[in-house]
């Protein structure tokens, strides 16, 4: 039988915490840990939408990620002192936008705009998926935020669903759950699934890095990440308190 | 019966052309068309690899990807003249250089690199799946011409497979192959898949732009991308002359 | 007698060729080729000005100019890569505008700007003067579109007259008209030469790069270039159906 | 008598805390905090130096700064978006240098190179202040990392002296320390005072930002600063228990 | 007794030239001289003021600092070369902007704008407080061209007071007054003292580069800098005819 | 007849003066005037070349132009601001590196590397014209400079001939020589021109701003510049001490 390093079974999560309403100032935040991974997620709610969408009755939600300096186990140079956007932040960023905007309903939104930051404060592996998974809570809460103040129709409904996101990978032959960087860079394939709290995919994207992969395979990681999403799922209920 | 309109099947590729060799200054090159996206391809073959690989007798390969201002109906500002690279062109790029990799031998090609740039010249969907399956005619002559010179071992072989992408989406709840900008703006799930000649998963990126999809929808579009890659496989053998 | 390289005689041009609508995309477009130097030309029309030229009933034509990385012989890293646009591209940007702005009457033209994009996507010498050359076509297009679809009066004549440009240059002491790479460099003095369809001088520029030329060399120059034009005119003329 | 909106009497500081270690990653690191101001500050030590330096027998400590995009109540652009760095950013990264070089001897360091990274969590006045006292706390951890794996001598002293800084301000005539963005912004004159754990000044940085302010007002304010000082040096000896 | 280099006392400036009005295109102008620190000082008005602060009735006065590259001693690269400014310089325009706008009414001045910029065409020392000291004559001259053409109200006091600036530091132990950089690389500490014709502080900046210093030093080296801003003051009052 | 604004015959610069050595920072420089275009021409000696020059004994003379902000009618901003250079500056910098290093024999420089900086401290037409001509001065005292050093041989003779630039340009059909920012806005053809000391062309540029020109007023103008650039060069030799 495949052992894991940190004891875990092959379909098992890394401890998770969701630290919600860490900062004082965003309109909505958590701090998530996945294992040694932690994001700070906050959510920036404001009146109003970009100049391109005013007059549409929809609201716009956009993400921005990005990692501290020392989030890693060597120093990376800060991409604002480069005075450049890496290849990588620019994919992550986009991909937690729209994972996000799929379970929003925009016209239930109304002309407002929601940003979320995902800023990695320490990274081992699934930072992406974390930064998913805490983002939802932020932007639940700064949507309540502007419900409060009536920003957002009492009874609008803007989130259809809830969205929580996963890794998956072979590792010497073997499918997993949630890789830490250790087992990252030691999978032949790597996968990032996306679901909604109702089980549909979102965003699945799954790469060769050393071996093509078959049907099988992929349908293995699928099964995983799918039981990985639901797990993410009740604890973003817990943190939310519903 | 769902009508697509240009007439086509739900599993047919749209008029595919390579123009194998259409550069008198690259290494190798080839001008792709998928229906109305043209792409082209170029190999830059020089002997030697960036500092962080000298001296372990493996190779490199990497990609750059860009559009032409004028490729699509609107003109887009020139990423040189905004000072910097997109999201997109920054995903893609990455992309297209992942899937090169995954068939190439690096210690088979030795100590050599090749730069494939994938410049779009028209853009009517497709255009990163045009520029994979085109830039991997372009590696191909790189290498040989690397060969013919000695740079690479007479009887190596860095290409260990080849590599062919298409897209697939669900267009009004059916799963059709190679979309037109036309089709793919109307997509409620779009996809992207890579794949080996010998038909396995590179590659596969699939999003849920409009509604969540479900596990049958996926396998579904796996089916046809499948069928796709095939298509283009034989195409890209034909244009080699194997 | 001095023979060229491609067998030339001393005051002809190389291969012309103009493929007037290459581009399904743009308003007006042409792949032009001198020789093994092949530049796609776009225009692209649009109705309306910049906000500082608004309100005066007048047009605007603008250009931009860039290499693909692999036109030449070496690869040349991106200019959006890099983050910024060299002087050589500012410079010939900047010197296809004024070109094409000096045979364009903005009055006639009306609240209209056209942007003309030419791409090089083979280099082998003369570059700009390729460039200028298809702009004209593919703004004589962009400008007929226009009147088409009413955004340009029916009887104006926003082209007071045709463009067309070619380059000279002493080599060992003897002046040659279109001078590919291989000549260019080994050229002593080196002159570009942007002339209206009637004759008349819109742009001359000469540099001497290895030794001062006099007045008698620079009139022999000026003879050339001016037959040069003369015959680029009438291959614009047949590319347009006049 | 002045009473301050948070009930503390003018020469008191906010709660401070320190979490020593915070970080998993970083060769030293602490979380600060000034009431609501949280800064992560990392230190990153690396054997070696930058190439200017090789050869001395010196080292080198430096210092970069930056601000979460929402630390603060409205969200700011991030400045690797905006692809430079503002003049705040660079002003206060330079200083945190300049007052953490100031205590340490570069000889007894020897060659070796340690980064400190301040990142604004949190921001509600004092960011700066909190950085250099936060910053000292991981920079002696990192040195201490360095000794116990040889790269500093085992009876090297690098570090000549602590360093904690504090703000002081004058808000409506009154002189008072410590404080929050609330006071800062009505402050006449803000100062920030650097000083060594033995009370001598590093740097004294005190700014008229409505009235000039004369030498009883800037003496009353080194007054408060040293006492703020003296109070933060405590607190850094007893999170580093000694 | 200490001797300096160049012969003067301790509490004694270099020579000190103001040449008033030396552009004629500026509506203010100065060219100072601190000893061999020549900077070119101008002051350019219009009328109205940044979007931001429209409305108010209030004026606006910034300020950038730069310097040529041949300024110093060994030439340093452009920054509009390197594509970003450096902190030094960030650092020097925030603090000459803030030392002129502690002496100016921005109610008084009126919906008008005032640009300072201080170009340093040679750098021997003091760079920005001879940038202070004379951008107030370029600026005092700026009002008055304002207020000849009545975009400023003909009974208004937009200048409170003059504003003159000086560096002082301390050389092996003693405290001097101007330091040219012979001086200045050699000092111990260092500090930059703005201040009001009056006589009040404006700015205090003081800087232990190589040695922590205590109150009897800080003391003595804001009596010079006190010492050096009046007869300034002088210099400055002389220049403007008053 | 034509009479000019400020009195001038047609043939007749405005007046020029050239304060060699005005830097004491440079090992070569010139402060020159034509009218109210005031440029400082610095030049930097260092000895070496840049790396892709090594070891060929080749020396290397560069050159970079730039304006104050306020040199021009209406301030313009800081490309160091903007963060990019415009492409008129880009072209002013190539031209003036090409028409020096047209005059010089890098062999005879040997490995050493000259900077040569213009920058327009005022700005009234004409700057690219004075700043090459007040470059020669600063480069001929560097070069005398480093022969003292002995960093250039005692007998080389690095400087093959001087080199002097005029605009020319046709008003209302009249051609006219060193046209102020006033005449050039007017002018219909606008020229420069660059040209030994010998009287042979290094450059020329002629541009139609507004009528395309033909062979006789190409001539004329041609005639004036010649003019110009004699009456120059005597000027240069008279500053020089030749």
Not at 7 to 36: C, K, M, N
Not at 114 to 139: K, M, P
Not at 225 to 233: E, N, S
Request: contains cysteine; glycine residues 12%; proline residues 3%.
């Amino acid at each position: 039988m495949t052992t894991r390093a940190d004891g875990r079974s092959l379909d098992e999560l890394r401890p998770v915490t969701i630290e919600r309403g860490w900062s004082s100032q965003a309109e909505g935040s958590a701090l998530i840990s996945f294992g040694g991974t932690r994001v700070l997620c906050t959510a920036s709610f404001t009146n109003g939408v970009p100049r391109w969408l005013t007059g549409q009755g929809k609201g716009w939600v956009t993400a921005e990620y990005a990692m501290l300096p020392r989030a890693t186990n060597d120093r990376s140079p800060r991409e604002s002192v480069k005075g450049k956007i890496g290849g990588r932040t620019h994919e992550i960023s986009r991909l937690i936008g729209r994972a996000l905007r799929a379970v929003v309903d925009t016209s239930a939104l109304g002309e407002n705009t929601i940003v979320i930051d995902c800023d990695v404060l320490q990274a081992d592996g699934g930072t992406r998926t974390a930064s998913i998974t805490g983002a939802f809570v932020a932007l639940s809460d700064a949507i309540e935020w502007g419900r409060e103040r009536g920003y957002v129709a009492k009874k609008a409904t803007p989130l259809a669903d809830s969205v929580a996101a996963i890794s998956v990978g072979i590792i010497d032959g073997t499918p997993m759950l949630d890789l830490p960087y250790e087992e990252d860079v030691r999978a032949g394939t790597d996968m990032n699934i996306v679901m909604t709290g109702s089980g549909a995919f979102i965003e699945v994207q799954g790469t060769a890095e050393q071996a093509p992969f078959d049907k099988a395979e992929l349908d293995r990681l699928l099964d995983l990440g799918a039981k990985g999403c639901a797990d993410l799922t009740a604890l973003q209920k817990e943190a939310l308190g519903r």
